[in-house]
């Protein structure tokens, strides 16, 4: 199988998502995501993914968990903040980047981002 990351970036309530400029889902906004290059260490793929579709540094606060489903693909989900003060940009990898409030987020994509958002949701009540 494959690894890919998933990043949930928070700053205060807000989380970080990117409207995507490549299929699938063209379009859509979706939380940073990418394939681990052979041989990266996972948690440094997922904060080049975020900086590569947002131009923002992140500290990986934590992973979220591991996730599969039909698919060849296995995503660690990180939990991270940003570095600094910066504000994300849409990078050639995106049509724009944006702080959506948790409560209202628009709809995701992926059949398992609302897995991994409700488990996020969870481990911010704990």
Do not use: C, M
């Not at 990266?40 to 975020?50: D, F, K, P, Q, S």
């Not at 968990?65 to 989900?77: D, E, K, M, N, Q």
Request: hydrophobic letters at 40%; a negative charge; proline letters at 7%.
């Amino acid at each position: 199988p494959k690894i890919a990351t998933v990043t949930l970036v928070r700053k205060q309530n807000l989380l970080l998502l990117v409207k995507r400029a490549i299929e699938p889902h063209l379009g859509k906004w979706s939380l940073p995501s990418g394939y681990v290059d052979r041989g990266e260490n996972v948690e440094l793929a997922a904060a080049r993914e975020v900086k590569e579709e947002t131009t923002l540094s992140v500290k990986i606060d934590k992973l979220q968990g591991l996730y599969s489903g039909i698919g060849p693909v296995i995503l660690a989900v990180y939990q991270a903040t940003p570095s600094d003060n910066s504000y994300p940009i849409a990078s050639h990898e995106t049509l724009a980047v944006d702080w959506f409030d948790i409560k209202d987020l628009p709809a995701l994509p992926f059949p398992h981002d609302n897995d991994i958002i409700k488990d996020y949701e969870k481990s911010l009540a704990t």
